[in-house]
């Protein structure tokens, strides 16, 4: 038998796919420089041509919090441990990784998809992508964070050295929804426009912006139980901002949750990616 | 993936088998864009889908080393089955099964971006052909001097000239090796010079092991470039064989069409 001239041989079969789920997996260990390189491309494209560069991934949430600190604890005088720039600040780091990450791997998919019809990739890798993208804005933006609380006298704990765990649940998470509303939006474009509406929506019902205890009696079991962010967002908080270990009964609904949606997300996709490119 | 016993059930010498595939395309015969539009078609159970086969009931192998034709009218399918080489598509029904890896030229310089430089395009366009980081080390400086673009390469690619653009998409895709090279009328980059080179690349290609899938409505480049070519029409195969005897078949049904 002839051997094959390079180190890896390489075997296609369109009939031998028992578990898409499984072999997307695989090829995606294989296409690994694939989503390191998409990484680099979106972190390095994305502040190419401005001055400030990748020093606005840190001053983007900085303005935020100032605009919304004075707009919030200023109007409506809300009351939080410390100081709510701290408060404000740590809960937008988490919600903008969600929205943020979700929408890049929809639109990524979408329009970066004349790709697909040209060449294999690991359809993940799109998303995987917007995930580790996210993930370096996220360890940047600890640098204004840590610089907030010191300015805010928000007390430091060596707990703050955990936040990969509530990072690691966000990103599963964020993966698993980032993946189901980009199959929908493969087949139904108006996804796109209706999901930025929504997440605004989701964003005012999470407790981001505001303390839980502003929340009426009776609506609060509703939109903080029944929310996957708000787990997500109180994780990161309870370990950064309150300096806390999350107890179990806070640790495990948002464990449960993010592997849950990302097995769905996982599934669902890859069982539809092969039709993709009928689509896009 | 690299399942030992499929493999064998190829021959030595085959590294391309389609058997008996399909591709049908179903699309709803209205387009629906919105979840209100589509729920209300679908309640009134008037969701209707017409379908076509843009390849019906295909079969045909490639051998090593060989430059391999596909011609066809417009809308033969010659695409859509490169496609499925490529692995972009998945049959409705059928096999497809490849040895080796897919390098497809079909259009050059696809996926770079234009705030990077030439380098990270390169980079990155060699990491979606599924090579690693070392392997493209490896193989940098010879597509830089391939392509001509000199010390262009570490300046943007919005700079570039849309002839240095393609020549760099085409010397990625080139010089990465690959076991088999998709060319899907792509002999048009470029200035004569620079063809006459990638005309030599080629051929350098096919005296080594890698296999050529070739792609033209230019039936003497055919002739002198392939040893069998595959005629379609409608999605069937009106022909497989010797390439000199198709593309006289197929010249005999345009004259008579």
């Known amino acids: ?280 | 993936m690299m399942d030992a016993m499929n493999n064998q059930d190829l021959h030595d010498d085959e590294v391309i088998r389609i058997e008996n595939v399909s591709v049908k395309f179903t699309a709803p015969s209205e387009q629906f864009n919105t979840f209100k539009e589509y729920a209300i078609r679908w309640l009134q159970h008037k969701v209707q889908h017409c379908s076509f086969l843009a390849l019906d009931q295909v079969s045909f192998s490639v051998n090593r080393s060989e430059v391999f034709g596909i011609i066809g009218n417009n809308g033969a399918g010659k695409s859509t089955l490169l496609k499925l080489i490529a692995r972009v598509l998945r049959p409705t029904s059928g096999r497809v099964r490849v040895r080796g890896r897919v390098a497809p030229l079909l259009e050059l310089g696809a996926g770079f971006h234009p705030e990077l430089s030439g380098r990270e395009n390169v980079y990155l366009n060699g990491a979606m052909l599924g090579f690693s980081r070392s392997e493209m080390d490896r193989k940098f400086n010879g597509i830089v001097e391939f392509s001509e673009v000199g010390d262009f390469i570490d300046a943007p690619l919005r700079t570039y000239s849309s002839g240095m653009w393609a020549r760099l998409g085409f010397s990625v895709a080139i010089d990465v090796d690959p076991d088999i090279l998709i060319l899907d009328e792509i002999l048009s980059v470029g200035d004569e010079s620079f063809q006459r080179k990638c005309l030599d690349r080629i051929a350098q290609f096919r005296d080594g092991d890698a296999t050529i899938l070739l792609v033209s409505h230019n039936m003497s480049l055919i002739e002198s470039m392939c040893k069998r070519a595959v005629w379609l029409d409608h999605g069937k195969v009106m022909g497989v064989g010797d390439a000199r005897d198709i593309v006289k078949e197929y010249r005999k049904a345009q004259k008579s069409a």
């Open chain 1, 1 to 280: 038998m002839s051997v094959p001239s390079r180190a890896k041989p390489v075997f296609y079969d369109s009939a031998e796919l028992s578990n898409p789920a499984i072999e997307e997996l695989r090829e995606v260990w294989n296409y690994r420089n694939l989503i390191y390189q998409l990484t680099r491309r979106d972190i390095l494209s994305r502040y190419k041509r401005s001055i400030l560069g990748v020093a606005w991934t840190m001053l983007n949430p900085l303005g935020m919090m100032l605009v919304l600190t004075i707009a919030f604890s200023e109007l409506f005088r809300f009351q939080t441990e410390y100081s709510y720039a701290g408060y404000v600040l740590s809960g937008l780091m988490v919600w903008n990784f969600f929205s943020q990450t979700t929408t890049a791997s929809m639109v990524n998919l979408v329009w970066g998809g004349g790709l697909l019809h040209r060449i294999y990739v690991p359809r993940t890798s799109f998303a995987l992508a917007a995930m580790l993208t996210g993930v370096v804005n996220f360890i940047l933006s600890l640098v204004p964070l840590l610089l907030v609380f010191l300015i805010t006298r928000v007390p430091f704990s060596p707990t703050i050295l955990i936040f990969p765990i509530p990072l690691l649940l966000l990103v599963c998470f964020s993966l698993g929804v980032g993946l189901l509303i980009s199959t929908l939006a493969v087949y139904f474009p108006d996804v796109s426009e209706m999901y930025s509406i929504a997440m605004l929506g989701w964003m005012y019902l999470t407790p981001v912006i505001y303390p839980e205890s502003v929340l009426p009696q009776n609506y609060q079991f509703w939109i903080t139980h029944l929310n996957p962010m708000y787990y997500m967002v109180k994780l990161f908080r309870i370990v950064v901002y309150y300096g806390d270990l999350p107890s179990l009964m806070e640790l495990l609904p948002a464990v449960l949750i993010a592997l849950v949606t990302l097995a769905i997300g996982w599934t669902v996709f890859t069982k539809k990616a092969g039709e993709f490119a009928y689509r896009i």
